[in-house]
C-alpha cells in the first residue's frame, strides 16, 4: 500500500516557521535563521559599446571595404577564402545591429574605437598593394601537368 501525499509539517527542519520568531510573525534575522548573508550586490558593468565586440581582423576588413576594396581583393590581400571576409563582415554587420547593406554598415561603424594595430596593418597592407599586387603562388591544376614538369626536369 502507498502513503498518502501530505505536505510537510511547518515546524519541521526547513519549513517555514523555521525562518520564523517564536510567536511574533516576523522573519528571524538571516544568521539566526541560518541563512549566510550575501555582500551587497555591486552596481552592474556597463554594457561594452557593439565596436567592442569586433575583432581585429574584423576591423582591417572594415578598413579595406572602407578604402573601395571588394571582397575578392580584401580576400586574396590576406590569403583566406571570400566567405571568410563575408563572415567577418556578417560579424560586423550583428555586432553593430546592420542588416545586408555594406553602404550602412560603413557608415554606422564607429571608426574612432578602431584599434591602432588595425590601422596600422591596414596601412602596411595599403603600402605593399600601392607597390603592385603579389605574385600569384603559382599552382599545378593537373596530374598531366605535373608529369610534364617531372619529364621535363629529367
Not at 511574533?24 to 534575522?29: D, M, V
Not at 554606422?108 to 591596414?122: E, H, L, M
Amino acid at each position: 500500500m502507498s502513503r498518502p501525499l501530505t505536505p510537510p509539517h511547518p515546524g519541521g527542519p526547513g519549513g517555514v516557521s523555521a525562518a520564523l520568531d517564536q510567536g511574533q510573525g516576523r522573519l528571524a534575522p538571516p544568521a539566526a535563521a541560518g541563512l549566510q548573508v550575501l555582500p551587497p550586490e555591486t552596481p552592474a558593468r556597463p554594457a561594452p559599446s557593439p565596436a567592442a565586440r569586433l575583432r581585429p581582423t574584423d576591423w582591417l576588413v572594415l578598413l579595406l571595404r572602407r578604402q573601395g576594396w571588394r571582397v575578392g581583393a580584401i580576400a586574396t590581400a590576406l590569403g583566406v577564402s571570400p566567405s571568410c571576409i563575408a563572415q567577418r563582415l556578417h560579424r560586423a554587420r550583428f555586432a553593430l545591429g546592420i542588416r545586408r547593406s555594406s553602404k550602412r554598415l560603413l557608415e554606422a561603424v564607429p571608426w574612432q574605437q578602431c584599434p591602432a594595430d588595425a590601422q596600422v596593418a591596414a596601412e602596411r597592407l595599403l603600402a605593399r598593394w600601392r607597390q603592385g599586387p603579389p605574385p600569384a603562388p603559382e599552382r599545378i591544376s593537373s596530374a598531366r601537368t605535373r608529369q610534364e614538369e617531372a619529364h621535363a626536369a629529367s
